[in-house]
Each structure stands twice: as structure tokens, then as C-alpha cells.
T-cell receptor
Framework: KNQVEQSPQSLIILEGKNCTLQ??????????LRWYKQDTGRGPVSLTI?????NTKSNGRYTATLDADTKQSSLHITASQLSDSASYIC???????????FGKGTTLSVSS | DTGVSQDPRHKITKRGQNVTFRCDPI?????LYWYRQTLGQGPEFLTY????????KSRLLSDRFSAERPKGSFSTLEIQRTEQGDSAMYLC???????????????FGEGSRLTVL
């Protein structure tokens, strides 16, 4: 069964600290993996998209890694800010047109 | 603003009433998706359109739900005889797909939150 599992479910960190969010998937075949940031009550916003051949991709303070062999991805946030408080959703795309499998997200709270 | 827009942003209705949500995608995008999201969960796929053609519907989309994209531009999602279990955020997303199997980068709207009393 195609699944995307994210951990931890929630995380609280102090402003300025780094954190890493995990995503494991069983989707096959695999096309790409995306990370989205979703603020409370808003729609998700794309952070990164990585294909099979990409191992690392950065977007400002966000760095995503992908290991297609172990089917794992991580999202690393550097020097966290209060505005990073949000849900981070991992989405894996299979090779069919609509095969987007969403994880449940990790809720990050950054406190001062 | 040239992003995906959804209307209304919030809707409160009584059980049994019909509701309709509208989505205006990014103008050149040929694919349009509807998702449903409940608290603490990721978005769940409902249906998608390639231009005006509805190509796939999830089993979540019961016969009370109907979606249209009549001219390949905006789309509507109607829920008939609403139930309390329909309370959720309904998200619309659009993408530009050039290859048949390429999902493209999704751009989401802000969602329409439905509360059924």
C-alpha cells in the first residue's frame, strides 16, 4: 500500500534552534517528493520538489534531503523563526497523474 | 493576485442544506484538483480535472458530491444534503502539466472551510 509516514507528529523548539523533520514512504513507482508548509487555516505552500536523482535541495533556511534507496526524506530548518510555526507536509508522487500521497504532517511550534 | 482563489473562505450551514464552493485556478493551468482536509490530517484527494474533463474521482466523493469545470477554467464543488461529517477544509489546487504522467507543481488556494451544524 502506498503510504507516507511523517515524524515526529509534533515538535516544539526555541527560536534560533535547528530542527529536522522526517518522512518515510512506500510509494512505488516513485516520481518526486515534495515538502509543503501549511500555516494554520491557510493552504499549503510548496517549499521543495525533488526527483529521483536529487539528493539535496535548499530553499533559504529550508534544506530537504532525499534517499530514494531507503525511501526516506528529511526537511532541515536552520535558525528557526517564530514564523516557521506551521504544519510541514511531505507529499510523494507516483508516476500516474494523480498519485499524490500526502503525509499527515508534522506540526512545528517555535517559541521565543 | 494571480494565485489560486477560493470562495467562500468560510461557510456555516445547517445539516441537509446544499453548499457550493468555487475555485479559480492560475489562468494558464490545465489541471485542477480538489482535496478535503480535516484537523490534524493531510489533504485527501477528491477529484481532478484536466482542462474541462473530470479524469478521476476518489471513493471519498460520494454521490452527494459533484464537481464541474465547464470551460476548463474555474471549477465548482457542490455538496448536497450536507452532513456533519462533511465539516472540513476544502482545498483547491492547480498545476500546469506538459507531459501526460507529470503531476506538475501544485499551487493551493487558501481553502474553503465548511462547518455543518
Amino acid at each position: 500500500k502506498n503510504q507516507v509516514e511523517q515524524s515526529p507528529q509534533s515538535l516544539i523548539i526555541l527560536e534560533g534552534k535547528n530542527c529536522t523533520l522526517q518522512c518515510n514512504y512506500t510509494v512505488s513507482p516513485f516520481s518526486n517528493l515534495r515538502w509543503y508548509k501549511q500555516d494554520t487555516g491557510r493552504g499549503p505552500v510548496s517549499l521543495t520538489i525533488m526527483t529521483f536523482s536529487e539528493n539535496t535541495k535548499s530553499n533559504g533556511r529550508y534544506t530537504a534531503t532525499l534517499d530514494a534507496d531507503t525511501k526516506q526524506s528529511s526537511l532541515h530548518i536552520t535558525a528557526s523563526q517564530l514564523s516557521d510555526s506551521a504544519s510541514y507536509i511531505c507529499v510523494v508522487s507516483g508516476q500516474a497523474g494523480t498519485a499524490l500521497i500526502f503525509g499527515k504532517g508534522t506540526t512545528l511550534s517555535v517559541s521565543s | 493576485d494571480t494565485g489560486v482563489s477560493q470562495d467562500p473562505r468560510h461557510k456555516i450551514t445547517k445539516r441537509g442544506q446544499n453548499v457550493t464552493f468555487r475555485c479559480d485556478p492560475i489562468s494558464e493551468h490545465n489541471r485542477l484538483y480538489w482535496y478535503r482536509q480535516t484537523l490534524g490530517q493531510g489533504p485527501e484527494f477528491l477529484t481532478y480535472f484536466q482542462n474541462e474533463a473530470q479524469l478521476e474521482k476518489s471513493r471519498l466523493l460520494s454521490d452527494r458530491f459533484s464537481a464541474e469545470r465547464p470551460k476548463g477554467s474555474f471549477s465548482t464543488l457542490e455538496i448536497q444534503r450536507t452532513e456533519q461529517g462533511d465539516s472540513a477544509m476544502y482545498l483547491c489546487a492547480s498545476s500546469l502539466v506538459r507531459a501526460y504522467l507529470n503531476t506538475g507543481e501544485l499551487f493551493f488556494g487558501e481553502g474553503s472551510r465548511l462547518t455543518v451544524l
